[in-house]
């Protein structure tokens, strides 16, 4: 579930509970609302907790390799000529 699904959860809490007025046998819309809102935020807060790349428990771990440069002695190149057999 991603913050979008989270915001989609609160909003249709929202109009449950504070825009619905009617009776449904044997289902309270009110509180139904009321637990999509809950159920909503939490949703988001739990994306911003886990998905996002400041937190210890982010998704994105880089591990970083440092190539330490000069430490090594300089190696001797040795350039060698092709083999020439002196045909044209």
Do not use: C, H, K
Request: proline residues 7%.
């Amino acid at each position: 579930m991603s913050i979008g699904v989270g915001i989609f959860l609160m909003v249709l809490g929202a109009i449950l509970a504070f825009a619905v007025q009617t009776d449904v046998p044997g289902i309270n819309v009110n509180t139904l609302g009321v637990i999509l809102l809950i159920v909503g935020v939490v949703v988001v807060l739990y994306s911003l907790l886990f998905w996002s790349p400041l937190t210890p428990w982010g998704r994105r771990r880089v591990a970083a390799r440092r190539r330490m440069v000069g430490l090594e002695d300089p190696a001797e190149i040795v350039e060698e000529r092709p083999f020439d057999d002196g045909l044209p």
